[in-house]
């Protein structure tokens, strides 16, 4: 599970999407990776599902997108359970 404190005890921001590469990617060469990208100031895991234990926001911003490219996000303070 991904702690939502950081060192201070403040909240943290956790961010959700989906990788469009590596879906690509999977049916390109017939792998199984991890198509989802969980983001805390402090790290990036993957996963192929995730649980998220409380209220939670969908984000489209085509104009300002995460640095990673995404447009479409989820944003979370609630716990999230990378699976």
């Not at 017939?30 to 402090?42: A, E, M």
Request: hydrophobic residues 35%; contains cysteine; proline residues 5%.
């Amino acid at each position: 599970m991904t702690s939502l404190k950081n060192f201070l005890g403040v909240d943290m921001k956790t961010m959700i999407h989906v990788n469009q590469h590596v879906i690509k990617a999977n049916a390109k060469n017939g792998t199984n990776d991890p198509v989802l990208t969980v983001k805390t100031y402090k790290e990036n895991r993957y996963a192929h599902a995730v649980e998220i234990r409380g209220p939670s926001t969908v984000l489209y911003s085509p104009d300002k997108p995460l640095s990673c490219g995404a447009k479409v996000w989820i944003e979370t303070y609630a716990e999230v359970e990378v699976m």
